[in-house]
């Protein structure tokens, strides 16, 4: 199961409040990914970055399929979401 958002919500204190490109902290998503593919890394922070054009590639990669196979151009599968040895090999850790 992957879990995310469509757009941040801006910088606390006030800015939570508000979204938009006119809001600084709105680009700022975040991305909850839980199954027996995935290894169990809990809460994470000072990670590689990670966009909303991974999520497809990733849950393609996590049912078996390389979306970038179909979809030339599309942005690699989050790896750090994929256990070992699960998924299509292009779905390796973020370098």
């Known amino acids: 199961m ?3 958002t469509d757009h941040g ?3 606390p204190p ?3 409040r508000d979204h938009g490109v006119k809001t600084a902290g709105s680009e700022a ?3 909850a ?3 027996p593919d995935t290894p169990a890394l809990g809460e994470r922070s000072r990670t590689a ?3 909303q054009a991974q999520v497809a590639g990733t849950l393609a990669a ?3 399929e390389d979306y970038a196979a179909e979809m030339p151009g599309a942005a690699r599968p989050v790896g750090d979401a994929i256990r070992a040895g699960a998924g ?3 779905a390796g850790p973020l370098k």
Do not use: C, E, K, Q
Request: zero cysteines.
């Open 49 to 51: 970055v990670v966009t």
């Open 2 to 4: 992957i879990v995310t």
């Open 62 to 64: 996590l049912l078996g």
């Open 29 to 31: 998503i975040w991305l």
């Open 14 to 16: 006030r800015g939570w």
């Open 33 to 35: 990914v839980i199954g």
């Open 9 to 11: 919500r801006g910088d």
């Open 88 to 90: 299509p090999a292009s």
